[in-house]
C-alpha cells in the first residue's frame, strides 16, 4: 500500500483522487489518502485540531492510518510506503524519523528538509506567518523544536529508503532543501536515491505529459524494487 500524505497542510484529497492514484492502482497497490488533522473541509474544530500537532502527534496519526489499514485488511504488516509532496514530502520524512522501520519506503516531492531554513523564510511579514502561529501554536518561530525535527538533523533515523524527486526552479520549496538532504544521506550511507527535473517549479508535474511519463517511470521502479507487490 502506498500511504499518500498531502501538502499545505491547509489542504484536502477529494474522491475520486488523482491520475497517480489510478496508475499506483494500476501496478497492483492499493492506496490511501489521508487527511490529516488541520486539513480543510471538516469544519472548524477539524482544522483547529491541527494546532500545535506538528512535533509529534501528527506522525503518530500516519502511523495509527497505517495500522488501521492492516487491521481492516487493506494492507499487510511492514509493506507501506509513504508518499508525499511539499509539506506532505515534510510529514513523510519526519514521520519515518519518528517512527524507524515502521514503513518500507519514502518519496517526497519538492519537500521541506531544513525546517529552520524554511520557516525562518515564511515567516516574515504576511499571510503564512499569521497561518504558522496557529499551525505551530507559537507567536514565535519555535526554532529550537524546528529543528530537532528538520529532516537533515535526523538523517542517522532515516533507515527506509527514500527516493526525493526535486523541480530546480521550485519557488515556495527551494531544490537546495533536497539536495542538502541526499548529500547527508549518501554521506551516512543511508538508501536515498534524487531526480532532478531541471526547469519545473513547486508543482512538480503541472500539465507536462512528459513529466508526468518519466516521474511515475521513476516512482514505478523505486517501488518494485522497495515494496514489490506480491502476486497471488
Given at each position: ?23 499506483l ?18 469544519g ?8 500545535g ?12 492510518a ?12 511492514g509493506?507501506v ?5 511539499s ?24 519537500t521541506?528538509a531544513d525546517?529552520?531554513a ?7 511579514p ?25 529532516p ?39 538508501p ?12 512538480l ?14 516512482l ?8 514489490p507487490?506480491?502476486?497471488?
Amino acid at each position: 500500500m502506498v500511504l499518500m500524505l498531502h501538502g499545505g497542510p491547509w489542504d484536502r484529497d477529494r474522491w475520486p483522487g488523482s491520475w497517480l492514484d489510478r496508475f499506483l492502482g494500476s501496478r497492483g497497490y492499493a492506496v490511501l489518502r489521508l487527511n490529516y488533522r488541520g486539513s480543510i473541509g471538516y469544519g472548524r474544530d477539524f482544522l483547529e485540531a491541527g494546532r500545535g500537532v506538528l512535533f509529534g502527534r501528527l506522525q503518530q496519526d500516519v502511523l495509527d492510518a497505517a495500522r488501521w489499514a492492516v487491521a481492516e485488511g487493506h494492507a499487510a504488516e511492514g509493506r507501506v510506503a509513504l508518499l508525499g509532496a511539499s509539506f506532505g514530502g515534510f510529514l513523510v520524512l519526519t514521520t519515518l524519523a519518528r517512527h524507524p522501520g515502521a514503513f518500507r519506503a519514502g518519496v517526497a516531492v519538492n519537500t521541506i528538509a531544513d525546517a529552520v531554513a524554511f520557516w525562518e523564510r515564511d515567516w516574515q511579514p504576511g499571510r503564512h506567518r499569521v497561518v504558522w502561529r496557529e499551525f505551530l501554536a507559537s507567536r514565535d518561530m519555535p526554532e529550537a523544536a524546528l529543528a530537532r525535527i528538520s529532516p537533515v538533523n535526523n538523517v542517522r533515523k532515516l533507515d527506509s529508503p527514500v527516493l526525493l524527486l526535486v523541480g530546480t526552479r521550485d519557488r515556495r520549496v527551494p531544490a537546495e532543501h533536497s539536495f542538502e538532504l541526499f548529500d547527508l544521506l549518501r554521506a551516512a550511507g543511508k538508501p536515498a536515491e534524487l531526480v532532478e527535473y531541471r526547469g519545473r517549479g513547486h508543482d512538480l508535474f503541472g500539465r507536462s505529459r512528459d513529466i508526468r511519463e518519466h516521474a511515475t517511470g521513476v516512482l514505478a521502479d523505486f517501488l518494485a524494487r522497495r515494496l514489490p507487490v506480491e502476486r497471488r
